[in-house]
């Protein structure tokens, strides 16, 4: 089932015995793609496969915890959380264009709680690192960050353990299925949640991949009855690993994931750049920027928007950084580059790829 399948066809799928209070609408942001609705089963909520994720890093759910989000929750809903929490204490962090006050208002906050966990989306945790690192400023260090919602580059990872002085969880899931896998701290790959979960990676006839070998991403959720979702192309692409853990954890183990399978440059004569290929190109040029983002245009020009750590370091590695795509096009369409207070959002995210070429 494909994503275009699934917006198509959402009063056919979803179950017609289920109660809607047993169940919740959600929808996806849209960065990579048309936004897409799917149901939530309520009867098997995914808080337990979060404890237990948690319980690796040696965190309890009782615990004190903080999170960065792009965006300021609703009133209603912040109220909600903090009674149904208490007497644990949160602290949030609304990262889209945040003031200086409100940042030194969450520094005292958290340092304040001591939270033992610290979760959001990468690229607003991968910021709010290095406003500390560019500040020299000293958090609490908290047992574990938590980043999920787009692929982790290993630069980002390291610059965020500095600046929180803590190890840094590369978890995998979508808004269609929340915990799909997520590390241990071993960090050696994702441990796959395959009681809740069964995750199949296939070539393009659909058929299983060895592991070891990249493939589609098909997603069959296990628990969810009122809206059934059954070997879903979700766009990812992903590998099973060939060896067990050494944490002792019997849960298989995946690659973690690099890119979307769906979002690539393309070449006129047809060479396709996967996302995944593009975040090993530049990874080791990362801490640099605090945001990079490639748009293809109809035309099949790139231009490269970035947000610079340090203008003139970052006006020589974006040059770099180009040539370096223009060659693994092979000199098919133009490069260019373009320094930028804040790249495009869509949706709640900030994808790496925005292409225009569909619109031909």
Same mark, same amino acid.
């Given at each position: ?62 615990? #004190? ?15 909600? #959380? ?23 208002? @969450? ?20 910021? @709010? ?23 982790? @580059? ?9 600046? @929180? ?9 979508? %808004? ?29 006839? #659909? ?93 099949? %020009? ?59």
């Amino acid at each position: 089932m494909t994503r275009e399948e699934l917006r198509l066809n959402f009063d056919e799928i979803k179950a017609n015995n289920v109660k809607s209070r047993a169940c919740k609408k959600v929808s996806t942001s849209g960065s990579t793609g048309p936004s897409v609705s799917v149901l939530h089963d309520k009867r098997h909520p995914e808080t337990p496969i979060r404890w237990r994720i948690l319980k690796w890093w040696g965190v309890e759910p009782w615990e #004190n915890q903080a999170f960065i989000y792009r965006f300021k929750k609703p009133l209603l809903e912040r109220i909600v #959380n903090t009674l149904m929490w208490w007497p644990t204490k949160r602290v949030f962090l609304a990262a889209a264009n945040p003031t200086e006050q409100q940042l030194s208002k @969450f520094v005292r906050d958290f340092n304040n709680i001591k939270p033992s966990l610290l979760q959001g989306y990468v690229d607003v945790v991968f910021e @709010f690192a290095l406003y500390l690192l560019d500040n020299n400023i000293d958090i609490h260090p908290p047992k574990m960050v938590w980043v999920t919602s787009a692929p982790l @580059f290993e630069e980002q990872r390291e610059l965020m353990q500095k600046a @929180f002085k803590a190890p840094v969880c590369d978890q995998y899931g979508n %808004t269609e299925i929340m915990l799909i896998a997520a590390e241990c701290p071993e960090q050696n790959g994702l441990h796959i949640m395959e009681d809740t979960v069964h995750i199949e990676f296939v070539d393009e006839n #659909n058929q299983p991949v060895p592991p070891n070998t990249s493939g589609k991403v098909l997603l069959t959720d296990l628990t969810n009855y009122a809206f059934p979702i059954i070997r879903y192309e979700i766009g990812d692409e992903g590998k099973f690993k060939d060896h067990s853990c050494q944490c002792g954890c019997p849960l298989p183990l995946m690659d973690n994931i690099r890119g979307r399978q769906s979002k690539h440059i393309a070449t006129p004569s047809g060479l396709q750049i996967k996302g995944e290929h593009i975040m090993a190109m530049f990874d080791g040029h990362m801490k640099f920027f605090k945001e990079i983002q490639l748009r293809q245009s109809p035309d099949y %020009t790139v231009c490269i928007y970035y947000v610079p750590r340090e203008v003139e370091k970052g006006k020589q590695e974006i040059k770099v950084m180009a040539q370096m795509l223009k060659q693994r096009t092979r000199v098919e369409i133009t490069i260019t580059h373009e320094e930028v207070k804040q790249v495009k959002r869509v949706g709640k995210k900030s994808p790496i790829i925005i292409s225009e070429l569909q619109k031909i």
